[in-house]
């Protein structure tokens, strides 16, 4: 992973590990707006350490951290 996939995962990892979208695609997760792009948590998605749920077709979809989460 990349420094600021790590971040990331360390942001969400201290917001209890999940977070929703809000309408403007930021992750909003322990009452605090995602200081990460959008790509990276599709990086970090294709890598299998988080994963999208929820409604997908809605901009309210959510993330985890996986099992595998480093």
Do not use: I
């Not at 990349?2 to 990331?8: D, L, M």
């Not at 322990?30 to 350490?49: C, I, K, Q």
């Amino acid at each position: 992973m990349t420094p600021a996939q790590k971040e990331a995962v360390k942001w969400l990892r201290e917001r209890n590990g999940d977070g929703l979208f809000d309408k403007c695609g930021v992750v909003v997760a322990g009452g605090e707006r995602a200081p990460v792009m959008r790509s990276t948590w599709n990086a970090l998605r294709d890598l299998g350490v988080v994963e999208f749920y929820g409604p997908a077709h809605k901009p309210r979809a959510r993330l985890r951290l996986t099992g595998g989460s480093a």
